[in-house]
């Protein structure tokens, strides 16, 4: 069975979280490892802005890493590598959607503590409409707020992933009683480790079905074979598997070889 893993970290940069390098090289093992044969991958969050910075600051150094950054993911695409990549457009708050063509998706991200996206700049509205015309899919890590915001409001009927089973926009339990993934184009994927409780996971199962989750890792906060392990340990029917692992997540992506 091919396993796309769509939830990945990489970058040559920025090597903080639990000491791994994020270059592709140094990621493969772990895929390897839990039988990967493809990934979607964006780069890691400070190759592309500080987020301890109070608005989002930019100046020269962020520019020319976020080109820097940008440029090697994309030129993953067309190596001749062990493994597919899918590379995902890490959209910022200067919402610059001059270098979004050729992906297959965008990664759009904030953790709660960190500066606020500017929604009711004209130019977020730009980036959206840049968006919907390309068909991408958007994975986003909001708080909850900004997240229905952008979901119900601003870019209603784009389709959407909640990552790490909605644990970073909300909780999933928040998520879950309000029925979030009822929603039309909407996905969950089980990447975070601790995040996504096998609990959790049979629950979105009985209620949502196999058709709106979505395989990822994480990596470098978590690896790839938990999340195997995690699933084999439900004893899934195969078709399930299948869609979860690659199906689900091939009917999203576009630019895809």
Not at 238 to 250: F, K, P, Q, S
């Amino acid at each position: 069975m091919r396993i796309i893993d769509a939830h990945v970290h990489c970058g040559t940069m920025d090597t903080e979280i639990n000491n791994l390098s994020q270059v592709y090289e140094d990621i493969a093992p772990s895929l390897d490892e839990a039988g990967v044969n493809a990934a979607v991958c964006f780069s890691p969050v400070m190759e592309i802005y500080d987020r301890h910075a109070p608005d989002f600051r930019d100046n020269d150094f962020w520019r020319v890493r976020r080109k820097q950054s940008r440029e090697y993911l994309i030129g993953l695409k067309d190596r001749d590598l062990p493994h597919t990549i899918y590379p995902f457009y890490f959209v910022w708050n200067d919402f610059d959607a001059d270098g979004i063509d050729g992906y297959c998706g965008i990664k759009w991200h904030r953790h709660v503590n960190e500066p606020i996206y500017h929604y009711d700049d004209p130019a977020c509205a730009r980036m959206i409409s840049a968006i919907r015309e390309r068909e991408y899919v958007v994975l986003i890590e909001e708080g909850h707020e900004e997240t229905m915001r952008f979901v119900d409001e601003l870019a209603e009927g784009v389709p959407i992933i909640i990552p790490h089973l909605g644990y970073l926009n909300g909780s999933f339990d928040r998520l879950f009683a309000e029925d979030f993934w009822r929603r039309p184009n909407s996905y969950a994927d089980l990447s975070g480790g601790s995040a996504c409780r096998p609990d959790s996971v049979r629950k979105f199962l009985d209620r949502y079905g196999p058709e709106r989750l979505i395989f990822g890792s994480d990596y470098p906060c978590a690896m790839p074979i938990q999340h195997v392990e995690m699933l084999d340990g439900l004893n899934m029917p195969d078709t399930d598997l299948e869609l979860i692992c690659n199906g689900n997540i091939m009917r999203l992506l576009r630019n895809a070889k």
